[in-house]
Every structure is written in C-alpha cells, then in structure tokens.
C-alpha cells in the first residue's frame, strides 16, 4: 500500500529562526502514528507543511499520493492546534459550512451531522449558537468537522488537550475507530500516555530535527534501563547483599521498593531468577520506561548536551544513547 | 469555484443578517423621513407666545414713533410673509417641484412659521426724559417673558438722528433686555430700531428712503446655461450635490464592504477558525470568496439606495435630471472601487490580531478614501479642468473623481471614462496581488501586529 504522507529533506525558517531542519517522515497508509515533541519543537509547523498551509523552504511533502495537500484537501481531516468555530454561528450551520467546503453534498448531510453531533453527546446543541458551547463542546464540535465526510488522513493537532478524562477517553475509542475504518492517522500530543495507548509507532522531534521515529516495541528495547524493581517479601531481607550477584552492578532503594541496575551483558530473565532465588519478593518486574520518561530523556540529554558538553554524558552514561539520538 | 461560492455566501449572509447591516440599511432613509415627516411636527409645537413692553427712552423724540409702528403685529405679519416669499424665491426649480402636491411644501412653510414662531405682541412705552434708568432696569427682573411684563428698555443717544456739531459720525443706541429673551424678539428689537432711526436721518437729511432702496437695489437673477442641447437656467445647488450624491453612495457602498471585509479577517483569525478554512480551501480561495461576500453586501445596499434615489425621481418627474447611463457605470465603478479597498482591507484584516491593530495600517486606506470628499468641490466647479483630468487616472481615486465628473454638468469625454475603467482595473489588480501575498504569510503570523516594512517583506516571501 502506498505511503499516506511523505516527507523529504523539509526545512521551514521564520527570519533567523529554523523551525524545521532536513526532517524526514513516512507515514504508511492506515497506520496510526503519534508525534510528540516539547512546546516549540516544529510539530505545528511540519503539520501546517503537510497541509499545504505553510510551504517549505527546502524539501518536498507529498500527501496521499498528490504533491500538495491542497489536491487531495477533500480526502484530509486536519484538527489544527488553535481551535476557533465562527462564535455566532449556529451548530448546524457551521458543520453544514465545513462539510460543503470539504466538498459534500448536501443530500444527507444534516443526517449525518445529527448522528454524529448524538455520537458526541451534542445532539441538544445543534440550533445553539457556537459561543453558547464550553470549550470542550466545541472542541467536540471542531472533531466532528474534522470527521465528518471520512476522510482518508487525519491529522490531529493535540486533540486531547483541554478534554475532560470521560471525553479523552470518548476521543481516543474515536480515533481508534477511525483508524479501523482505514484511516491513515498522526497526531501530535503532550500527553505521552495517549500516544503509548493509541500508537503502534512514534515520531518526535525537537528543535525542529527529527530525534526519534520508531515503533513503540523498538523504543521501548532502545530505551531499556536495565532495571529491575524488586520488593521483598520480608522487609528486612539484605537486598544490599544482591549486588554480589552476576549481572548485576548496583542497588538503589526508593522508598518501599529497590532499584536494581544491571550490567550491559547481562540477561535480565537470568538476573531476575537469581534474584528470587536469593530473596523471595512480595513483587518483581523488569522498569518499562514509559513514552514520558523517554521524551524527557532525550530533552534534558539535548539540553545538557548542548551546555554541558563531554561531562555530563560521562557523569549520565543512560543518556549517552539518547544524545547519540539527537545529534545522530 | 463550488467552495468559493460557499465562503462568499457565508460571509454575504453573515453580514447582512446583523443587526448592524440591516440597521445601518435603515437609518439613512428613516432619517430623511425624519427630517420631512416629523421636524415638522416637532416645529408646529411653537414656542409660547411673546407679549410684553418696550420702554424706549427717546431723547431725539423721533424713534418712539417708528418703532410704535415697526412692532404692531400686523406689520409683523407682513414682514413675515415677505421673508417666506424671499425663502421660497431661492429655492431651485427642481426642489420646488420635488415638493409641490407632495405635502411637503406645506410642511416647508410650517417649518418656517414654526421657525419663526407666533407673532409677538409688543407694546411700546415712552419713559420720560427724566426717568431714572436704573429703577426701569429693575421691571427687568420681574415676570417672565410670557406674561406681558417689560422686555427691553431702548436708550436712544441723543445724536442717535442728528450729528452732534462737529462730528463726523451719529449716535447709536443701548439696549438692555430681560435674562432668556428669546433672540428672534431681540433681532426684530434691533431691526426695527436699525429702520426707524435710518429712517429719520434720511427723512432729517431732506432725502426719500424709497428713493434710496430704489437706487441701491438690483435684482439677483439666475443665469442660464447654453449647450449643445439648448439653454437652461443653471441650477447651481442641483449642479453641486448630484455628483456629491453618487459620489457619497459609491463611498458608502464601498466602505461598507471593505469596513466588514476587515472586521471578518480579523474575527477569523482572532477566534483561530482560519486554520480550520485552511485546511479545506487555499488562502486564494478564501480571500475571494470573503471579497466576493462583500462585494454583494455593497451591491445590495448600492440597490436599495440607487433604487430609492431613482424611485423618488420617477415619482416627481425628475428623472430628467440625472444622465440614465451613470446608472450602468455607478456598478462598474462600485466593483472596480470596491476590489481595490477591499482588497486591501482583507490584507490588513489577516496581517492584525485584532481591530484595534488594525487602525495604524488601516489609516492611509481611510485618508485615501477620503480624497475625493476634498476633492469634490474643486472638480464639481472644473469637472473638465486638468487637475480632475489628472485625478481620473490616479487609481485608487479614479473611479470616485471620474463618477463626480460624469454626475455634473459637463461630463468627460467617452475616452477618458473607459481610460479611467481600465486603470482602475489595473489598479484593483494590483492590490488583489498584494492582498493576496499578504494575505496568505499574514493568516497564520501571530503576535506583534506588523508595519508597512513588515507588509513588504510579507509580499517578498509569498
């Protein structure tokens, strides 16, 4: 199948200011890929780029198939980061005047309006005025607009952000939804644990350079920490004495629970065995970094790499990898 | 071209579905109805009636008399209906006509009278040689205007008729009057003091007054202008506001469209739904389906108020007045006017945050558009002179000066009305291409609201 979304050697400069650097991205038809990256990073303005709103400097961006989203703008669906509605329009009216813009007909369009807007929990809403609405009704209000002629690509700008956790939850079985249907997904998000749930792959970019684009399993196996979370069953068992072990080079306690860090060569399934063997625990595990742990991993080691220079990567040696990431 | 359609007919209906466009529609015409139905009314309901007494201390003996005479009510009356024959002798043919079996001459007159208000009766007293001036001022004080008490007392000098010996000039006179005495009182006081006194110096010198007013009047007459198509008497006032009245309503047309056009860039962009338009239509797409919004909402208001100027044409059989074609040109005009102010309004609108940003840029557009307000009187007077020859190609000016030119008594030559229509298109297109630029970079820049430098750079990098 076909790339959704292509992106090659894109770079975007606001006067002095790069905001997009030799980004590349791929994005295969149906698949669901979330793009994380702090405030400022570019993911607005590579989203805008891939819209056909702003154009690059440099590079080239083709979108299902065409060379500008502007050809196949009827077949996006684009949530932008700064939601507005037309604040005295009415409900109806303003959804009618998005779907016409994205090329509906208006035979069954107030149907399918109606279905959506009861899909949505707005289905008293629709003679109000868009004013009239909470901040999150009308971000509802923006996602159908977005939804609504069932586009083959949405592009969501963090569409998570000012929701409730009932409509979070709303909005994620939607985009799933619309990602079983056979719609091409990306979206951007600080809410790491949205991107973990929802996305099989991940793109971030910081300071408008692409640092990170890998499936979720592979970043995981990048980022492992070698760390084992132990807590025995007896509190007063020697946990220290375990640093003896093969495999294992130090212990760290945290409150209840201990850390264990363990050597580059050694094979975790092994170190935990032993570990059981020598202290029986109330609960073991191997630490999944999570998304978040990751992204401000590779954000502190970019800054401190920066600043810091050599020191900092000898003093912080698990950041060595993720600094290798973003100057690699 | 179906999406352009759609972003036109929304902003169409969003401007004139306000309160705003459809109250701004209605308030001109309400306000003529206004002027002629109920001013009148509001006039008819005169002020009260004036009686009292004019102490006159006379020392020359002769001003007591005439002023006896000058302020007896049917004398009063008289004058009156002099003036309003004066009053109506100035006004042209064609508003007379306008007003005549209409009613509203009728009301013209009841203006007046109402203007004028009720006959005042004023008595005249004669206070003797030796009375005290000071214990009269105090009758002054007392009463109201209303109920008969003393109005003024008139202190004559006593060469107010006759120079005193070796002087080259006469007295005059004093006037005290009572606190808020209506002013038209004061001014018939002070007429007829004026009259009688000049009227006994002239008769002291052995001269005729009638003789004097006989030699020194000439009647003012209207002049006639001579054409091609044969001579009429000149209306002067018709010849000034016709051009001021199309010019006044391709204005408004104008100003109309362009005023909404910003203030709809601007709530777009400030409510962030611009984002949300992009991603379905170009900025190209958007900026012409808004301008084309517009240019229908000045369309319809250019209908109505045309459509009503000619209706009241047609009803007084004035329609002779205006040159039938100007009525073709006055769209062609509109549109070329229109896409050059909106245009450059659209820009301003996607280049600001917000309205009040949006003044600094939005000043020259204004006081370009308000050239022609300056320029109305000179061209008016030498439509064909080569300052309003020049002006007719001087986009975006042009169309307003070649419409003032067209509306007045000489119009240009055929020639220069299509060279001005296709520089004005030159013109409106130049500022579409320089909206467009600026429009597309400026949609989506946020924060400091830019300059003219800013613009420029806008239009380098689009």
């Known amino acids: ?328 | 071209m179906n999406r352009i359609f759609w972003i036109a007919w929304r902003e169409f209906l969003a401007t004139v579905s306000t309160k705003g466009f459809i109250i701004g529609i209605l308030v001109p015409p309400a306000l003529i109805g206004f002027m002629l139905v109920v001013m009148p009314i509001l006039f008819n309901d005169a002020p009260p009636k004036i009686e009292g007494e004019l102490a006159i201390l006379d020392p020359t003996g002769e001003v007591v008399e005439g002023m006896t005479a000058y302020l007896e009510p049917e004398a009063m009356a008289r004058r009156r209906d002099d003036f309003k024959q004066k009053i109506d002798a100035a006004t042209p043919d064609a508003m007379r006509r306008l007003t005549a079996g209409t009613g509203s001459a009728a009301a013209t007159q009841s203006v007046l009278d109402a203007i004028l208000g009720e006959t005042p009766r004023i008595d005249v007293l004669r206070l003797a040689a030796d009375a005290d001036l000071e214990s009269e001022k105090k009758a002054l004080t007392i009463g109201s205007a209303q109920d008969g008490g003393r109005l003024a007392i008139a202190v004559i000098h006593p060469d107010a008729v006759e120079r005193s010996t070796g002087s080259p000039s006469f007295g005059s006179y004093d006037l005290f009057v009572r606190e808020k005495l209506d002013d038209r009182i004061e001014d018939a006081i002070k007429a007829g003091l004026r009259e009688t006194i000049i009227d006994s110096r002239v008769r002291h010198s052995g001269l005729d007054r009638d003789e004097i007013n006989a030699l020194t009047h000439v009647r003012r007459t209207k002049s006639i202008t001579v054409t091609e198509a044969g001579e009429q008497e000149t209306n002067e006032v018709l010849n000034m506001l016709l051009p001021a009245g199309f010019m006044i309503l391709l204005l408004m047309a104008v100003m109309t469209g362009g005023q909404q056009i910003l203030t709809t860039t601007v709530e777009e962009k400030s409510s962030r739904v611009v984002e949300v338009l992009l991603s379905a239509v170009s900025p190209m797409q958007l900026m012409t389906g808004k301008i084309v919004g517009q240019l229908c909402v000045g369309l319809v208001m250019l209908v109505i108020y045309a459509g009503m100027g000619v209706i009241a044409l047609v009803s007084f059989a004035l329609l002779g007045l205006i040159d039938l074609s100007l009525l073709i040109y006055l769209p062609i005009l509109y549109i070329i006017a229109y896409f050059t102010l909106g245009s450059l309004m659209a820009a301003i609108g996607a280049a600001v945050n917000e309205m009040s940003e949006a003044q600094a840029l939005m000043t020259p557009v204004i006081l370009t558009m308000m050239v022609p307000w300056i320029l109305w009187l000179p061209i008016t007077r030498d439509p064909n002179g080569t300052f309003a020859t020049v002006a007719s190609f001087i986009p975006p000016i042009n169309t307003f000066v070649i419409l003032l030119r067209m509306s007045s008594n000489s119009p240009p030559p055929m020639w220069q009305v299509w060279l001005a229509i296709l520089v004005g298109i030159a013109g409106a297109y130049g500022a579409l291409w320089f909206a467009a630029k600026v429009f597309r970079v400026g949609l989506l820049m946020f924060g400091k609201p830019p300059n003219f430098a800013t613009l420029i750079r806008w239009v380098r990098m689009a």
């Open chain 1, 1 to 328: 199948m076909a790339d959704a979304i292509v992106v090659r050697g894109v770079t975007k400069t606001f006067g002095p200011k790069v905001a997009v650097r030799d980004f590349d991205l791929t994005v295969a038809a149906g698949a669901l890929t979330g793009f994380i990256g702090p405030n400022g990073a570019g993911k607005t303005t590579t989203i805008r780029m891939i819209m056909s709103i702003l154009f690059p400097d440099q590079g080239e961006v083709s979108v299902l198939g065409h060379r500008s989203a502007l050809d196949a703008k009827d077949r996006i669906g684009y949530l932008p980061e700064e939601r507005g509605v037309y604040k005295k329009m009415k409900v109806l009216s303003f959804l009618r005047y998005i779907a016409r813009l994205k090329g509906m007909a208006s035979h069954g369009l107030d149907a399918r309006i109606k279905k959506w807007l009861e899909r949505m929990d707005l289905g008293d809403v629709a003679r109000k005025k868009c004013e009239e609405l909470s901040k999150g009704m009308q971000q509802k209000l923006q996602f159908i607009a977005c939804v609504l002629h069932e586009p083959d690509l949405l592009i969501l700008d963090e569409p998570f952000s000012g929701l409730d956790p009932v409509n979070m939850r709303l909005l994620r079985d939607l985009i799933l939804e619309q990602n079983q249907r056979g719609a091409t997904i990306i979206f951007s998000t600080h809410v790491m644990i949205q991107a973990e749930q929802l996305c099989a792959r991940v793109v971030m970019i910081h300071e408008g350079t692409k640092v990170l684009d890998e499936s979720m399993g592979a970043i995981r196996a990048k980022f492992d920490p070698r760390v084992v979370l132990l807590e025995p069953l007896d509190a007063s068992a020697d946990v220290q004495g375990l640093q003896t072990l093969p495999g294992i080079r130090g212990v760290e306690r945290d409150g209840e629970e201990w850390r264990l860090s363990l050597t580059e060569s050694s094979d975790p399934p092994t170190v935990i065995r032993d570990i059981v063997n020598a202290i029986p625990p109330a609960r073991i595990e191997l630490h999944r970094p999570s998304l978040e742990d990751i992204f401000v991993q590779i954000v502190t080691a970019a800054k401190e790499g920066l600043q810091g220079g050599e020191s900092s990567r000898v003093t912080r040696p698990e950041h060595e990898q993720a600094a290798e990431e973003v100057h690699g």
